[in-house]
């Protein structure tokens, strides 16, 4: 038996193959494009995507522990509750979901929303999971940091509630790390949720503070209104896509993305190690 991929090529999903690897677990890749794949010669690499059903039944054929990512995508709800019920059809019921802090909270956000209804598919239909749900990606700063450098703002409407941003390496580790303990476990373990988050939680003026000291000029915090935020998303994204982004924004001014008291500390025990900061992504971008 093995533990299946998807998401694989992405920020997270190749840094999950890569722990798994180094742990000694068994590996298959569910990718669109096997021959750009790219993985190391003991993984198994499956060609398809989550609509593709007799791809996916087969990419699932000797398979106990699946990790499912799904990209934000217009159709993202109908990929996630296919792709789980192929695995419960085919006897898989060890899963490691990627879902989204705050997912029953932010129901107007779509991908809040579609995450939150995946998780109810699992709670409800007895699988045996582990549900991260990170925060806000540190990793997705690469989006923005042209504003920064060129213009002097920081973007993003982040507001003054505070967002504990998290970075993809650590997201991948925790997925690894609760995809080994499902996959070794005598038996079907509970449904557990873990939050993922960054070390510290960020305001606006405290990011464009950060970026000011590693650029060594002044930056600016472009202020609270998700509507030019839109905008200027539109110009590189679907419209449909940047009005998320909005409504995403609009969340973060209204509640942040506060950790839970001990959240932390669990990541960091489970980890072994502190949790990336911010201020590593914004001096790599830097650079």
């Known amino acids: 038996m093995t533990i299946l991929v998807t ?3 992405g920020r997270v999903g190749r840094h999950v193959v890569d722990h798994l690897v180094q742990r000694g677990a068994p590996v298959r890749v569910l990718t669109r494009d096997p ?29 106990s522990t699946l990790f499912l990512l799904n990209a934000v995508t217009g159709d993202e709800f109908t990929q996630a509750l296919v792709t789980l019920n192929v695995a419960r ?16 909270g932010a129901v107007n956000v779509p991908h809040f929303a579609v995450k939150r209804g995946a998780e109810c598919m699992l709670e409800q239909m ?32 982040i507001g003054s509630k505070g967002v504990a941003m998290v970075d993809a390496r650590d997201i991948a580790e925790i997925a690894a790390i609760e995809l080994v303990r499902r996959y070794e476990a005598d038996g079907l373990l509970p449904i557990e949720t873990i939050n993922v988050v960054g070390p510290e939680t960020l305001t606006g003026e405290h990011i464009a503070a950060i970026w000011s000291d590693v650029l060594g000029r002044p930056i600016a915090y472009g202020g609270d209104d998700p509507s030019e935020f839109e905008q200027n998303m539109a110009g590189f994204m679907p419209a449909w896509q940047a009005y998320e982004m909005r409504l995403m924004a609009e969340r973060y001014v209204s509640h942040g993305m506060i950790p839970d008291h001990g959240d932390t500390d669990r990541l960091t ?9 911010y201020r590593e992504t914004a001096e790599a971008l830097a650079a």
Do not use: W
């Open 89 to 104: 059809e085919m006897g898989i019921d060890r899963i490691v979901y990627l879902s989204v802090f705050d997912a029953e």
């Open 126 to 157: 007895d699988f045996g999971a582990t549900i991260l749900r990170p925060t806000y990606f540190i990793d997705n700063e690469v989006m923005v940091k042209d504003v920064i450098a060129n213009h002097g703002v920081y973007p993003m409407p």
């Open 35 to 63: 021959a750009k794949a790219n993985f190391p010669e003991r993984v198994e690499v499956a060609g398809g995507d989550l609509l593709d059903l007799a791809a996916l039944r087969s990419a699932m054929s000797g398979v």
């Open 7 to 9: 998401g694989a090529t």
């Open 269 to 277: 025990a489970m980890l072994g190690r502190p949790l990336h900061d």
